[in-house]
């Protein structure tokens, strides 16, 4: 028996996140004698910090696919059980005193990226660099076609526990965090960038909210590699230890994903709710960036089309020297979680 599961989950849509808000998760486990807890509400640095390394024991993560695949790249035993494609808004932004209004109107000019000196894995300036290197190429340009402006980050990701906060998981403190997670807006309001790129629910607003030029929406783009991202697909990802000592929990924490998912279909209403609430966002801002049916996206398999996506994304990141190493995907998959739930539907 599991004395402590810990979860983890990325302020977006996910299974994992709908089956927490529930309560479904803790009374699975609760059942069979385990405590379920936050990795980032924890009072220990290295355990928030799982949610980008993944070294904890007896731990899941949904969520964006970056700091996972950066994990396994740097040795971790960790296992892949599903992967979920909710496709959201991926914007490249301008100023509109930057005169710039189509894809190749970048060339030449300054685009603003966030720079964290202090953590393993950049996964935001990684799915920034994605996002423009795919909209470039559209138009057969890339990415030494535009000026690079770093902005300099030296916090780091795990400074802070967040707390549960009517459901939303937050840091009250806000300052230079906060600031830390939008330096290159504060950038490109000041006119020291030309560009910038954002996504989700955050980056739909900040679009409306500052009257910013949409350049492109990668996300909304018909071929699935050009909307590949860190959020597209996402992975539920376990511990090699979970799914080697404790096989029946990775196959209940599935379960209860695929649960969540399964509900999500007939309560529109009620998780446009739930998502605002992981989004830290609204409503309204939920149904801009991932669509007036999002509840409909909520659907976590193995389909042969995310598997490549992620080998595509894992290649694209040992290009940019984020990660040490390239690996095989379909090595890193398991699919024995979801085929012994396949089996009992079948069975029943």
Known sequence: ??????????????????????????????????????????????????????TLRNSVRHGGNIPAISAKARGRDTRVIGLSWADETQLILASPESGIETVRDLKGRRFGLPNWKQVEIDFTRAQAIRGLENALSLEGLNVFDVELVDQDIDSHYSDERAENVGGTLARRTGGSRARANNLEVIALLRGEVDAIFLKGAHGAQVAN????????????????????????????????????????AAVTILEQVLRAEAWAQDHASDVRRYLARETNSSEY?????????????LKTDLAEHSVAAIQDFTNFLHRWN???????????????PLEALQSTRIAV
């Open 1 to 54: 028996m599991i004395d402590t599961l810990w979860y983890t989950r990325c302020p977006v849509p996910t299974g994992l996140g709908i089956a927490i808000q529930q309560g479904w998760l803790e009374d699975a486990f609760r059942a069979q004698g385990t405590k379920v807890s936050s990795l980032l509400e924890s009072n220990d640095f290295a355990t928030r910090e799982s949610h980008f390394s993944h």
């Open 285 to 297: 801002w939920v149904s801009v960036a991932y669509g007036e049916h999002a509840e409909k996206k």
């Open 209 to 248: 909210q500052f009257g910013l030029t949409k350049v492109i929406d990668t996300g909304a783009h018909p071929e699935p590699l050009i909307r590949s991202n860190n959020g597209t697909p996402r992975t539920l990802a376990v511990d090699g230890h979970l799914l080697d000592t404790h096989f029946d």
């Open 322 to 336: 984020f990660i040490p190493q390239r690996f095989d995907v379909g090595e890193w998959i398991d699919h024995r």
